[in-house]
């Protein structure tokens, strides 16, 4: 009972980590304008894994995706690659785990197979999450080592870019801090590594020890629990038996004096 419910609740908070991951690499507010030096602006600018965007004080939001793939900084690219692989992992892992729940009953399944499939995803869920982890802290470090954006490519719009060559604000450099997806991804990719680690543990308790699987092929339960002895004189003794030893005692005694 303690393994099925540490598997199922592994499942479930696997399920909201992949989801955090997947909900964080979509999202667009990787880095955000820093208004500490300037709270009243007409323009905010945020910018992401897959484009950057410009919201205006009417409401008018306006956003450019990254037209290049080579002309991107290679970290991050390297964090598009993370975020991928996390969410490939997590998908798998999520796939393999529902037919390993112990509470659904997959055809003739033993628990031995389960338990291997429970840790395959276990496994699986620890890459994906920290796969997701290190994505978002190497743009947090992006952005805390490069804390000034530069311009991606001249005749750009005012808004949000790619550190160390990204779009940058035109006609100035803008600071940026850590965008709301950031926050995000560590608490999915956390999330998920704890739901990796549940079910790690859910597998040791589907399968009975070894030397328990050992006695159940060699344990015999006996018919009842008296044991009945057989002796070859068990039947008793009667007046005729008594009789017939008496004349072959008698007749041994007349051989031996005739002899």
């Known amino acids: 009972m303690a393994a099925t419910l540490c598997q199922v609740m592994g499942f479930v908070l696997s399920l909201l980590g992949v989801g955090g991951i997947i909900a ?5 507010q990787w880095a955000t304008e820093d208004l500490y030096d300037n709270p009243v602006t007409a323009i905010f600018s945020y910018s992401g ?3 950057s965007c410009v919201r205006q004080s009417s409401g008018f ?3 450019r995706p990254y037209f290049t793939i080579l002309g991107l ?4 690219q390297a964090v598009r690659a993370l975020m991928i692989v996390g969410m490939v992992l997590g998908a798998i892992g999520c796939l393999v785990a529902i037919f390993a729940l112990k509470c659904l009953k997959m055809g003739n399944m033993e628990d031995s197979v389960k338990a291997t499939m429970t840790l395959t995803s276990g496994v699986m869920f620890l890459l994906g999450g920290v796969c997701g982890i290190a994505g978002v802290s190497v743009f947090a470090n992006l952005v805390v080592s490069s804390f000034r954006f530069t311009t991606y490519a001249d005749g750009g719009y005012g808004g949000g870019g790619v550190l160390g060559g990204g779009l940058g604000g035109m006609g100035g ?5 850590f965008g709301s997806a950031l926050f995000v991804g560590w608490i999915g990719g956390a999330v998920l590594v704890v739901g990796g680690v549940m079910m790690c543990m859910a597998c040791r308790g ?9 006695n159940y092929g060699m344990a015999y339960k006996p018919a009842s629990q008296h044991t009945t002895v057989y002796k070859a004189n068990a039947r008793p003794r009667t007046a005729y038996d008594e009789s017939f030893r ?6 041994r005694q007349s051989n031996q004096q005739y002899v």
């Open 206 to 214: 589907m399968v009975p020890p070894e030397e328990k699987r050992q």
């Open 246 to 251: 008496a004349q072959s005692m008698d007749g």
């Open 73 to 76: 900084p290679a970290m991050l």
């Open 61 to 63: 939001t306006e956003c």
């Open 24 to 28: 964080a690499t979509g999202m667009d």
């Open 49 to 51: 894994l897959w484009r």
């Open 173 to 177: 450099s803008l600071t940026y801090t």
